[in-house]
């Protein structure tokens, strides 16, 4: 068996070994409450619209594609919000100090997401002469899904413990 062939096998475990490393650092922090500071929630979803914004820029989808990536924007929009509500938030009654804990449900979200992205990637190549247009296309598509994504679950986590802070303060304020 030569290089090339067990290439694939290769590449195929070593993202799946990749993968499970990560899922298995993020599963021990799984219930662990970790500090949410509201300032900084906007960081992650604008970082990545730039990104997005240069990857689209550099190769424009054509046609019915911008529809795809508006559609997928949609659909990782509503996921996202959907995993913003997993994510459990809590105000320290006496510091109100925000903490976050993340939900064995929205850990399997994630790896819902992978293999989703891992099923599209593998289509994708499987289309012949038409392969490089087809994952140009999917990738731009996974690009405005993400986020969709990011975006959407951090707006939801801000909304959520902005009210819950407020809620907090107005309690304290109402005992002294």
């Not at 090339?4 to 490393?21: D, E, Q, R």
């Amino acid at each position: 068996m030569t290089i090339h062939a067990a290439s694939p096998w290769f590449s195929y475990g070593l993202t799946a070994l990749i993968i499970g490393g990560v899922m298995a650092w993020r599963l021990r922090q799984v219930g662990r409450a970790r500090r949410l500071r509201l300032e900084t929630l906007w960081i992650i979803p604008a970082v990545y619209a730039c990104v997005a914004a240069v990857i689209l820029w550099n190769v424009p989808p054509h046609g019915l594609a911008w529809l795809w990536c508006a559609l997928a924007l949609l659909a990782g929009g509503a996921l996202g919000w959907t995993r913003g509500r997993m994510m459990a938030i809590s105000v320290d009654p006496q510091t109100h100090a925000l903490n976050q804990t993340t939900s064995p449900a929205a850990m399997l979200f994630i790896v819902a997401l992978v293999a989703l992205r891992a099923a599209s990637r593998s289509l994708a190549l499987s289309y012949g002469g038409q392969g490089h247009g087809m994952v140009m296309l999917v990738t731009d598509i996974l690009v405005t899904f993400a986020l969709g994504v990011l975006t959407m679950q951090r707006l939801e986590m801000f909304l959520r413990a902005r009210r819950l802070l407020v809620e907090a303060r107005a309690v304290r304020a109402a005992q002294g």
